[in-house]
């Protein structure tokens, strides 16, 4: 077995044994600190100026060396200072895309009387981190983007926050397991093909033929008054004029996204199909319904409803 796979699993370890939570005190109990590489560097050489000036009675010597161990000292109880008594709340990322960048947003309170410098924020195992300073009796918030590459409903990745401050020669850091978790929709393909056709309503002498397009007949010159979202933007655009369907004719019909309907036999592609079509028919303010193999979400629109069918789509 690797080291990459040992130091693995023992991370995951000992993430499991931390608690869930969306707000964390940092206290004695989850703050830990360790020297860093200039610490090290810092103890030999006090410890080389110990050696010669006991070696050569040099009285200058150990003032340099106490001199130096005693700022250490003192840069060891700030930087653990820093980051203890703070805490942290988790602001919940809004639900995004598969592919997307999901954003975090932290809210880090201070109620001791000094300001508290140079506290990093990151995804657990990532480079990217975000720093700032949390003002006396103030809060301060960071945002911190991470990229989820599956559909579904995932929980907030852990995070770790740490400061080095003043010295650097020590770093004290903390591990928080957020319990909330963040909605990921299917990646809407990039160029899906046409709205399907609309289907009859039931109960209604549907005579009127559709196109393949989803665009359907009884298109007529446009009157003042009519919505925006009954004007046919294609045949607009080829006319020089506006068009815009007829009312009744559209009421005929109801518009249904179904997912044995896509035209393709792969569960992502389908979802991802079925996703870029709710958002084009929404963006052409149409009512729509969508038809999962276990779920059937009756034709309406806006943004509720937009919301609802997109929730569907990724946890299906």
């Not at 020590?170 to 978790?181: D, I, K, L, N, Y």
Request: with cysteine; glycine share 8%.
């Amino acid at each position: 077995m690797s080291v990459f796979n040992v130091r693995e699993r023992l991370q995951r370890w000992f993430e499991a044994r931390l608690p869930l939570r969306d707000t964390t005190a940092l206290t004695q109990r989850n703050v830990y600190i360790l020297p860093t590489g200039p610490g090290f560097m810092l103890g030999a050489t006090i410890l080389v100026l110990l050696v010669a000036s006991i070696n050569y009675q040099l009285n200058l010597g150990y003032l340099l060396t106490f001199l130096l161990a005693g700022s250490a000292v003192v840069g060891m109880h700030v930087c653990h200072g820093t980051l203890r008594g703070l805490t942290m709340n988790l602001i919940a990322p809004d639900a995004q895309f598969a592919g997307a960048s999901a954003i975090i947003g932290i809210n880090l309170q201070n109620l001791r009387r000094s300001i508290r410098h140079g506290i990093g924020l990151a995804v657990m195992g990532s480079d990217h981190w975000v720093w700032t300073d949390v003002p006396a009796q103030g809060s301060a918030t960071v945002h911190i983007a991470f990229k989820p590459v599956r559909r579904g409903l995932h929980r907030v990745p852990t995070l770790t926050a740490e400061t080095r401050f003043p010295l650097g020669t020590f770093r004290v850091w903390t591990v928080w397991r957020p319990a909330a978790q963040v909605l990921v929709y299917p990646a809407p393909e990039p160029y899906p093909p046409p709205l399907p056709q609309g289907e009859p309503r039931s109960g209604g002498a549907a005579s009127a033929r559709q196109q393949a397009s989803g665009e359907y007949d009884g298109v007529r010159a446009y009157r003042r008054g009519d919505p925006l979202k009954l004007v046919v933007w294609k045949k607009t655009a080829k006319a020089d004029e506006l068009v815009s369907r007829d009312a009744q004719q559209v009421q005929r019909f109801e518009l249904w996204l179904d997912q044995q309907h896509t035209g393709t036999g792969h569960a992502e592609q389908q979802l991802s199909r079925l996703c870029a079509w709710v958002l084009m028919a929404e963006k052409q303010g149409l009512s729509y319904g969508l038809r999962l193999s276990a779920q059937e979400i009756k034709p309406a629109s806006g943004e509720g409803h937009k919301r609802r069918c997109l929730e569907a789509l990724a946890l299906c």
